[in-house]
């Protein structure tokens, strides 16, 4: 069982958060830029207000990363997690080669259930339930066929509504309100 910190440190070759927490530096490359938080005359790198200070403060004691390299990994996420681009990408590519009539949107909204028996039978491949073939699957080989569902659900969405973004989010608030009653009544 690998922890955090000893992925971390694996892929920043060895070098860990505590460490250099202690040497008042970020990460080593790649992961961080391995410079030191205060330069060599005594001033704070980047400019820090007192509140953003002890935030990214408290963030650099877990995760080792100096501010500038705390915001340039957060900026990757956020781009990741808009993925309506890439998805409004797909459906115009398929459109392209396929056209998009009442055939073509149904193909779509199957291949949503050819993925998920695709996650299926990785379930029962990391089980090894199937002495013929023993263990098949890694944990890994279900998470990239869940992302296979929700990647081609998506794209089935924007396929048949002009505005998946509104439905997505919409659907996503209705289910978090649902989450949240349930909790407040059970509080
Ligand atoms: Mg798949």
Redesign the pocket.
Known sequence: MTTISEALAALSGGDLPADAVREGRCLKPPIGCGKPLISENGEARVFWNEDEARQYETEWRITGLCPDCQDSVEDDAAELADMWPAIRGFVAWLDESNGRDEHEKTLRILKVTE?TG?VAKAVIGMTGQNPRKGVTHSLEDIA??LC?VMITAATALASVVDNPEQVFAANLGRVQQRVNELEARNA
């Open positions: 993925e695709e990239d066929e296979d």
